[in-house]
């Protein structure tokens, strides 16, 4: 990067000059910063359906954009900037994002990271190029031409013949109304909480005639998070805010019986918060609130809810059943089976998991009698807002919902907890309270990924041609913590509960003659919400680990193995590429107990899987160190195609960041328990990959540039698992078809050899 | 505090990441674990990397102290440490990277050419859920080789 970026910061008031709205930039000029400082008087309107809702040109020609979707740390915010920038013909350091914030803009549904490219942008997309039609419309009035003779760069609009002769934009439309009607694509909820969309009436750029997507534009919210002066969620302070923390049953589904908060005396301004079951304290000083945890005694009900550990698997099963769908089913199982002269039934578990965010949940409420303002780090600030205004008794035009960056999550702030805990808490005492979640509320409390079991019954000929493939998942649905379904709604009671099953088998991209998923969702233990590539990451690791056991039963190479069953050009694609990088050479599968202290192996896992039918592959070499059982994962080799390339940079960064999280997510990842309640409290009992631990990486993105982009999210996690389970088959010569591959699981794996 | 005395009234035991943030505004140490596993409340005492989630208030009365926002000598200019990760793009969400930069500007201060191994040993105690760990590295040997060539 050439010269320092320079940073700044803003704030504006809004209308009486209650609402704050921060803004961050980097490589513009103070001037330009000023300029980028919209004024906003009286109401701003959120109706999708309007184009001033989207956004706002400035006099100085700076566009500030609204949007309900937010950033997670993967570069949205930036990306979105580039997709305005470019149908507006602007350059992106004159485009500021608002993001989330129920008050300025419009319901965009749920951020989901896999979303975000394909829907979560689409609107941002048709508004801009809607708005520079506008303003091509609005200069040929003001240069006395035809549209058609004008054209737009820059920020201007200029005659094609002469392009001195123009006007800027600023100069057009300056903080003046488009008053501008736009078409909804679908209006149902569902429609809604996927992402609003527009309907293309104006033609939007293609892919050979972008200018700034397609180029590494770096992050807009990188600077400031390398300075420490960006503001998270947690640097959120609020005038008269107190800092209060929660206080948990012991054991889930436990009833507050008595509380006695006699101790608290010894501290100052410490009180009890309780409404029913729920308990909290608040505390002027952050110290104090912490210390009045440990001071209250509180008497709950003895409960033991969940299942022994050890026999997760076998519960799981026998779990009552909510839902049984099939999500594909091609063909005559039994036939295919019968065709084929190679068997296989192989059971493969997946186990429950944090989302295991660096800093844990935290969120402020300001609630009063009549109305409520939240700041929350959620993933869905028009949901969340919904569900809390019910939760409170308010009117839904009475409380607001300010979305500020939190920790790096995955899905977990699909709902986010300590906002409603804020809620609760400020509530009861009458102040904007901040709460904070400890490490220990965070590990035990957090809504988990669910543990999966997965059977699949397949055959294949001789000659490695899958004749049949019946796979039937077991799994709580990967959404019960979403709709109401907040830990503070359940403990003062009355919470809805959730309705949506999720996580079902992706789609199947083999060409098997015969094939069916089943999806049977069973009553959750613990409550649940999305973790990265939910339901994908689990079916993956057991459609590929069982791709690659059949192929050792067929004494084929895995990659030939896989190629022979592939008809999709993208897919050979991927599959090609990533046997070319990691300079693949065609073996049977090799595991054999020859006393070495350290055996070595090779696997191979890929997926179609995400919005778009992103692919992905994945050659990963281990190895193990016969004593102890520790995997030593070497190198990391992956090919993506997920079409058009947004932002080379970018994607690099997510797929890079996906792969080792999955790669945690393979080798250590697993949440524990007893009886009662979730023992896993910490670093040292939920460990995820570390600095020592990475391997050497090379990434390749295939080159599509006239192909739709399509999801990335999840492209560098979804194949970790099943590719270094592989590789410990091709070094053991035995499937662990359990996660994770912990070294303790591996010893008693490699015992049995 | 960032070469400031600072005088603060609060109990001893209180871990200095409170008085930080609460009581002096500065907000780029971050609280993570309280445990002092995870390294995101890292600052720099007498130069030295310290978890102030695990540091009391009183331990720390008399030090030197450097969080993040102090760290380059220089108000208009970050440190080498912080252009190597803004030029590498080191980070994701960002969470973690205070603890990150914190201790990768002790270790170039105390071996200021690392290998690739000796950078990994030295971050070992710093987590990231995004895995951005690739790039953490590409930085630091970034910011050693800048400080090679100045």
Redo the contacts between chains.
């Keep these: ?1 050439s010269g ?2 320079k940073i700044s910061r803003r704030t504006f008031l809004e209308g009486a000059g209650l609402l704050a709205v921060g803004f961050a930039w980097t490589g513009v000029s103070e001037a330009e910063a000023e300029a980028a400082a919209v004024p906003y008087r009286g109401e701003r309107i959120t109706d999708p359906a309007q184009l001033d809702s989207w956004l706002v040109v400035n006099r100085k020609g700076a566009v500030t954009v609204f949007t309900g979707r937010i950033e ?4 949205t915010e930036t990306v979105f900037t580039q997709f305005v920038a470019e149908e507006l013909d602007i350059t992106p350091n004159r485009v500021r994002l608002v993001m989330g914030d129920t008050r300025l803009t419009p319901n965009q549904g749920k951020t989901t990271a896999s979303l975000n490219v394909v829907r979560g942008a689409q609107p941002l997309r048709a508004a801009a190029a809607t708005a520079r039609k506008a303003l091509l419309a609005l200069a040929g009035v003001k240069l006395g031409v035809a549209a058609e003779h004008l054209e737009t760069g820059d920020g201007f609009v200029m005659l094609k013949s002469k392009p001195e002769t123009r006007v800027s934009y600023g100069e057009l439309i300056g903080e003046k109304s488009f008053n501008t009607v736009l078409e909804l694509d679908g209006r149902s909820e569902e429609d809604i909480t996927r992402g609003v969309m527009l309907k293309p009436h104006v033609p939007l750029k293609s892919n050979r005639d972008f200018k700034v997507l397609g180029r590494s534009l ?2 807009v ?3 400031e ?6 503001e ?1 969620i ?2 959120v302070s609020v005038p008269g805010m107190v800092h209060g923390r929660v206080i948990r049953p012991p054991s889930i589904g436990a009833r507050l019986l008595s509380v006695d908060g006699s101790e608290l005396k010894k501290l100052k301004d410490a009180r009890i918060v309780e409404r029913n079951d729920f308990l909290g304290v608040v505390a002027d ?3 104090d609130a912490i210390e009045a945890v440990s001071l209250v005694k509180a008497k709950w009900s003895k409960t033991e809810p969940l299942p022994e550990s050890r026999e997760l698997y076998g519960e799981l099963i026998k779990q009552r059943v909510l839902s049984d769908r099939v999500s594909f089913e091609a063909g005559d199982i039994v036939a295919g089976l019968d065709k084929g002269q190679i068997r296989l039934n192989a059971v493969y578990d997946f186990p429950f998991q944090n989302h ?5 949940s935290c969120a402020i409420a300001d609630v009063r009698a009549d109305k409520a303002i939240l700041w929350s780090g959620t993933q869905w600030p028009h949901g969340d807002r919904s569900d809390i205004a019910k939760m409170l008794g308010l009117p839904l035009d009475r409380v607001e919902l300010i979305w500020k ?4 999550s ?1 899905g977990r702030l699909g709902c986010d907890d300590a906002a409603a805990d804020a809620a609760i808490m400020s509530q009861i005492a009458n102040k904007p309270v901040r709460v ?1 979640w ?2 220990a509320d965070e590990h035990i409390w957090e809504p988990v990924s669910p543990a999966m079991t997965m059977l699949i019954e397949g055959a294949s000929s001789a000659t490695g041609q899958i004749t049949a493939f019946d796979y039937v998942q077991y799994s709580p649905s990967h959404s019960t913590g979403e709709k109401g379904n907040h830990l503070a709604w359940r403990l003062i009671g009355g919470a809805p509960g959730w309705g949506r099953m999720s996580g079902a088998a992706p789609n199947l991209w083999y060409n098997v003659p015969a094939k069916r998923a089943r999806n049977i969702y069973v009553e959750p233990w613990l409550r649940n919400i999305y973790l990265r590539a939910p339901g994908g990451i689990q079916a993956i690791f057991a459609y590929e680990s069982f791709v690659t056991e059949l192929a050792n039963l067929a004494a084929m190479d895995p990659l030939e193995f896989r190629l022979k069953n592939l008809m999709d050009a993208r897919d050979i694609g991927v599959l090609k590429a990533v046997a070319s990088l990691s300079g693949w050479e065609p073996h049977v599968n090799r595991g054999k107990n020859n006393g070495a202290s350290i055996l070595k192996g090779r696997g191979v896992a890929m997926a179609r899987y995400g919005a778009g039918n992103t692919r992905s592959s994945l050659v990963a070499d281990i190895e193990i160190e016969r004593a102890t059982g520790k995997i030593r994962i070497t190198h990391a080799y992956m090919a993506v195609d997920c079409g058009y390339v947004l932002n080379p ?2 994607a690099l ?2 797929v ?6 999955g790669l ?1 997510r393979a080798l250590h990842e697993e949440v524990s328990f007893d009886r009662k309640i979730v023992t896993s409290e ?3 009992d939920y460990p ?5 631990e ?1 391997p050497e ?1 090379k990434i390749e993105f295939l080159h599509r540039p006239d192909l739709p982009w399509s999801s990335l999210g999840e492209a560098g996690t979804v194949t970790a698992p099943a590719a270094v389970a592989n590789a410990v088959f091709d070094a053991i010569g035995k499937h662990p078809r359990r996660l994770p591959l912990r070294a303790d699981h591996m010893q008693k794996l490699m015992g049995s050899i | 505090v960032n070469g400031h005395k600072k005088v603060v009234s609060a109990k001893g035991d209180t871990p200095l990441l409170y008085i930080l943030r609460n009581d002096l505004g500065l907000k780029g140490p971050k609280f993570g674990c309280g445990l002092g596993q995870c390294g995101a409340c890292a600052v720099l005492r007498d130069g030295k990397s310290i978890r102030s989630c695990i540091t009391t208030v009183a331990d720390a009365e008399g030090s030197n102290i450097v969080t993040i926002e102090g760290l380059s000598s220089n108000p208009s200019k970050p440190h080498p440490v912080q252009e190597a990760f803004i030029a590498e793009q080191a980070a994701q969400c960002g969470y973690c990277i205070n603890g990150m930069i914190i201790e990768a500007a002790s270790l170039l201060t105390r071996k200021p050419n690392p290998s690739r191994d000796v950078i990994k040993t030295a971050m070992d105690g710093h987590l990231c859920r995004c895995g951005t760990y690739l790039r953490i590295i590409n930085a630091i040997e970034k910011a050693a080789k800048n400080g090679k060539r100045t």
């Design positions: 990067m320092l970026p997670m740390g993967t570069g770096p992050r919210d990188i600077p998070k390398i300075l420490g002066t960006f998270y947690h640097n000083r952050e110290e295991a965010m660096i800093g844990p960056e939190a920790s790096g995955y904070q400890s490490r940079d970018g960064n997510q890079e960041g996906g792969l080792l999280q945690s910490s670093w040292a995820i990959l570390r600095f020592s990475i990486v």
